[in-house]
């Protein structure tokens, strides 16, 4: 198990940042890619942005390329995602995932997940 905590999260203004979290508590996240997903009320859950183990590769979903920004501290155990120039369809629960197979936008990849952390953004 990888237990996994995300904070950061809260409201903020349209164009706004925030920075999200994600911290494993008791076990090392460095050999694990690690990812992270959103979801909005009556909407699936979609891939934000993913990170190599080593943090050297990224990839982002289209609608975030830009403006988001994944990077890890293997040191500290943490993987953050810097959201800048937020919009209002960016509001939603947001999730870090590990993964032992790679990086991916595939959610089917992913081991392990955290229990979320609410971002609402106000127009």
């Known amino acids: 198990q990888v237990p996994l905590v995300e904070s950061g999260g809260g409201l903020v203004q349209a164009g706004g940042s925030l920075r999200l979290s994600c911290a494993a508590s008791g076990r090392t996240i460095s050999s694990y890619a690690m990812g992270w997903f959103r979801q909005a009320p009556g909407k699936e859950r979609e891939f934000v942005a993913a990170?190599?183990?080593?943090?050297?590769?990224?990839y982002y979903a289209n609608s975030v390329k830009g403006r988001f920004t994944i990077y890890r501290d293997n040191a500290k155990n943490t993987v953050y995602l810097q959201m800048n120039s937020l919009k209002p369809e960016d509001s939603a629960v947001y999730y870090c995932?590990?993964?032992?197979?790679?990086?991916?936008?595939?959610?089917?990849?992913?081991?392990?997940w955290g229990q979320g952390t609410q971002v609402t953004v106000s127009s």
């Open positions: 990170i190599s183990w080593a943090g050297g590769s990224t």
């Open positions: 995932a590990a993964s032992s197979r790679g990086y991916s936008a595939y959610d089917g990849s992913y081991d392990y």
